[in-house]
């Protein structure tokens, strides 16, 4: 069973920096590319960031590009999404997936590994 249990949510004020952390448990997931999600209250999910497993690959949604910055350490099975300059538009339940990098290019349900989610809220 594969688990991905998020962390580092919070409340912040505009301006201000949080890091989320995604860790892998069940299963092997090496080869794989991980990545971040957010959906806002009446929106869709939308893609965030995403690192292939070598971390030689990120790509960043132009929305969060310059102020997010995706990482991981496989040793870990961790992924990391460090957000600076945050805005309240930011303001989102942020998810952790996990596939192959042919899955994040197409439509997200065929992305078969998904986290709980971590809200993040920012005020004004």
């Known amino acids: 069973q594969v688990q991905l249990v998020e962390s580092g949510g919070g409340l912040v004020q505009a301006g201000g920096s949080l890091r989320l952390s995604c860790t892998a448990s069940g299963r092997t997931f090496s080869g794989y590319t991980m990545g971040w999600f957010r959906q806002a209250p009446g929106k869709e999910r939308e893609f965030v960031a995403r690192?292939?497993?070598?971390?030689?690959?990120?790509f960043t949604a132009d929305s969060v590009k310059g102020r997010f910055t995706i990482s991981r350490d496989n040793a870990k099975n961790t992924v990391y999404l460090q957000m600076n300059s945050l805005k309240p538009e930011d303001t989102a339940v942020y998810y952790c997936?996990?596939?192959?990098?042919?899955?994040?290019?197409?439509?997200?349900?065929?992305?078969?590994?998904w986290g709980q989610g971590t809200q993040v809220t920012v005020s004004s």
């Open positions: 690192i292939t497993y070598s971390g030689g690959s990120t």
């Open positions: 997936a996990c596939a192959a990098d042919r899955s994040f290019r197409g439509p997200y349900s065929n992305i078969p590994h």
